[in-house]
């Protein structure tokens, strides 16, 4: 590890004003990633700023037509919450089976979001509901907001404070879990909103999470998961890795979709 200096602010302006004084500052949420990323020397912040004592920043909140999850809302709250349960079944699903115990209690909403690792959970539900990110200085939909392999909209010493999402007809996640570190070989969130079917795919492809549109006009046409038999994600897309072919994770796209069809359809 690097040395650094480490804040604990209060609010988020103080957050905020931190962050702006140094180039080289980064948030800390959960740590579950960042921590392991210092210790390996893989990256040198000046200043860690802990976003740990702002109390405003974690909780959930349930409003007529949508969940909002504030950005330092550990997952096993959300995984934990009769009220997500309630309004969105799969979100709460999704969020328990992040990682494992310690993993849940420790990881955010928002460190999980701003890192857009390919193989993250949430970034499915985020871009498969609609969701918009809420931060500090604007409102940012999901499918501006995940750019890429670990690349998202954010700008330096931008914030999230938030993560909204609005309530769908119906929807559900599967996924095919590494059984090492539970992080998704593929995962699929299909969701039934008001505007049509909505398929995003994470832990597959090359380029992260994304919108699978030709499973959502499959879908739009007829709802069950023989429209999808027949669909191929581009296997030279997907990632290629000690753990799997691009070939494996293109079809494991596929099953995980259509059980997902077949979960909402009972
Ligand atoms: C063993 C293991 C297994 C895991 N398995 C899974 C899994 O199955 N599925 C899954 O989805 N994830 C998994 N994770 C990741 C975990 O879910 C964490 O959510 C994720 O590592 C980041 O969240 P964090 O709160 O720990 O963020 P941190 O590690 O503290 O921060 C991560 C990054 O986000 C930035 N950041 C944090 N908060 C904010 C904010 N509010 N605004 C702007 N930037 C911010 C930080 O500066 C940093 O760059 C696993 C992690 C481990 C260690």
Not at 27 to 56: C, F, H, M, N
Request: proline share 6%.
């Amino acid at each position: 590890m690097f040395t650094f200096s480490y804040h604990r602010p209060a609010s988020v302006d103080d957050a905020l004003a931190l962050a702006a004084a140094e180039d080289e500052a980064k948030y800390l949420a959960g740590g579950q990633t960042l921590l392991p990323t210092l210790k390996q020397r893989l990256a040198s912040p000046s200043d860690l700023v802990d976003l740990g004592d702002i109390a405003e920043m974690s909780g959930i909140r349930v409003e007529e037509d949508r969940v909002v999850v504030g950005a330092m809302t550990p997952h096993a709250d959300v995984a934990a919450s009769a009220a997500v349960r309630a309004a969105i079944p799969a979100l709460a699903d999704l969020a328990g089976r992040i990682g494992d115990p310690a993993v849940r209690n420790r990881g955010t909403i928002g460190g999980s979001v701003a890192n857009n690792d390919p193989s993250a959970d949430y970034p499915a539900a985020c871009l498969g509901l609609g969701a918009t990110i809420l931060t500090t200085v604007r409102e940012i939909p999901a499918e501006a907001f995940f750019q890429g392999l670990f690349e998202t909209a954010l700008a330096p010493a931008e914030m999230i404070t938030a993560v909204s999402f609005p309530v769908p007809l119906r929807a559900a996640y599967e996924k095919f879990p590494n059984p090492a570190s539970r992080y998704a070989m593929a995962g699929v969130l299909v969701a039934v909103t008001p505007a049509g079917v909505r398929v995003a795919v994470t832990g597959a492809s090359q380029a992260g999470v994304f919108r699978w549109t030709e499973a959502e006009a499959a879908l739009d046409a007829a709802f069950a998961p023989e429209a999808l038999v027949g669909l191929a994600l581009p296997a030279e897309d997907m990632i290629a890795d000690i753990h799997g072919s691009g070939a494996y994770r293109a079809h494991l796209a596929g099953v995980m979709a259509r059980r997902a069809v077949a979960r909402l359809l009972g």
